[in-house]
């Protein structure tokens, strides 16, 4: 058992890690930036210590302040949670290298899964479906992104090779457009990865985000936990998630599960990590990703399954084996994520502040995941997800009303967040049918202040 | 950072208050601590401020202690209170001069006073430093990092201790500009 684990995070996803932590005995660090002096995880962990300035680069995301923490406070194990460092190659190599377990794959799977053209050809060798697009090692000339246009033909999709978040991602209709954004995807791509290779593929119109949740051992053992329907999101940012996805029939579970843990297995993948579908209306379904970390909305498998996804985590780095076979795994209720963000719900820009009431609802199937209290003062430098209200029922009307009733319940007084958007799209009757592609909220988008082409398919965490 | 380095600290901020308080009167002070069920002692300088606190009153992190154990949710909201209490605190104690300047640590890492375990330390309370002269050391990741004097002066106070922990922006040093 580790002894010490610093937790290479803040906000949620580190209360999160440090609870588990708790339970498994395990004494905690959690570092900070002088923002955070007064987070709830810095109260919380066992020890803290302050790493560095506001900016994420010179503090969550200082691979030296946060390696140089972990010797000094004696941890013998990292966890990065998501963001910051968790699809860091260099940072899960360096914590080996200092003696340091890291939570996590090993740092060559990272690395694999961040090169996305590389991705999809592995997968698309191990069986494993992938869209229509660039093949090889990516483009980095327009010219040659013309040439692929024209094969796959329009509407396609940009995407930056190291990829993620959405940066440098575009939707192009036709060739003129696609001389007009490609320059501009590649310098997004340049500014965020520093890499201007870049890959298309075919653009799809409605279809789903649904992804699978693998675990896997350091003996190549691989199960899943199920699927996540994330197709309720804007310009990359998920907003409601859910499993089951309420049209997957359990013949198309089965196939997709398969397909995700033959994605694991192929490259000997260990740890949590998450296989991206994107699904079609006739039930095609195509790889897009592999997220190499714990996601934002593990929450929604836990409740469904009763698997504690950070222990697993933890457990799995440590070498212990799966103690679990795929048959093993029962899927019980429904269970959805709300993100709550600091955020004006009619603009949807940030509203950072103090928050001057803090009530989270509660009562039977009723999870909030959070760092709020009251007084706490939500810094304008990170992102603005702020809590995660997490419902389990029988079924999904269940778990809807439940939502509602929660979110009705929720108090954050001081600063504006999404829960009235929230409310919205509760009432949606198409929602409540289950019938939405990952387009579903551009009826609720206000007016766009500038023409920027988002690209709806997104990536988030 | 744990109350007893916090109270450690404290300690030893508040000896090296005293002129040239010696070991000998640090343990005497901490005899008295003892016998009198003291948490906390503050001496301050020139006849002026003494805080003494018994154990049966509750301290700041004593309550934060106890409500950890009952509710983390409002065991945040007190240390917030405790913390900007302190910070009050400390910065009275770090009350500076318009010619001296405070030398914070600019990385996490383990303060030492000298470039090697035999060696003599850089610099003593009252030594005259160039700018650019090295005051101290933090080892971070095994890398030794000499922090220089910003200017030319006087080192009046020595905050951190040798071999201690530091966070980045920690205080070390108080140097007097000439």
Known sequence: MFKKLLVANRGTIAIRIIRACRELGISTVAVYSTADKNALHVRMADESVCIGPPAAEDSYMNIPAILSAATTFGADAVHPGYGFLSENGDFAEACQRSGLNFVGPRARHIRLMGDKPRARRIMKRAGVPVLPGSEGTGVTELREAQADAKRLGYPVLIKAAAGGGGKGMRVVRDAAELTRLFPQAQGESELSFNSRKMYLEKYLERVRHVEFQILADLQRNAIHLGERDCSIQRRHQKLIEESPCPILTPRLREKMGKAAVRAAEVVGYSNVGTVEFLLAGGGEFYFIEMNTRIQVEHGVTEMVTGIDLVKESIRMAMGERLGLKQRQVKFDGASMEFRIYAEDPERHIPSPGVVTNHHPPGGLGVRVETALYDGYRVPVHYDPLIAKLIVHAETRAEAIARGKAALREYVIDGIKTNIPLHLKILQDPDFNRGEFSTDFLSRYQPPQPEAVHHAPVSKAS | ?178
């Open chain 2, 1 to 178: 950072m744990p109350a007893n380095d916090q109270a450690r600290r404290r300690v030893a901020v508040a000896a090296r208050h005293g002129e040239q308080m010696e070991v000998r009167e640090l343990k005497t002070l901490l005899v008295l601590m003892r016998d009198y069920g003291l948490v906390e002692l503050e001496i301050e300088d020139k006849k002026g401020k003494v805080r003494l606190v018994r154990g049966g009153a509750r301290t700041p992190e004593d309550v934060t202690a106890a409500a950890r154990a009952a509710s983390p949710l409002k065991m945040a909201v007190r240390h917030v209170e405790a913390t900007e209490e302190e910070g009050a605190k400390a910065a009275g104690k770090i009350d500076l001069a318009p010619n001296q300047k405070l030398i914070e640590s600019p990385m996490v890492g383990t303060f030492y006073r000298a470039a090697s375990p035999d060696a003599a330390p850089f610099v003593e309370e009252g030594s005259s430093v160039r700018k650019g002269q090295p005051l101290c050391i933090i080892e971070a990741m095994k890398m030794m990092n000499e922090i220089e004097s910003p200017a030319a002066g006087r080192v009046i106070r020595i905050i951190a201790e040798n071999g201690n922990p530091i966070e980045y922006g920690q205080p070390l040093m108080i140097i007097e500009v000439i």
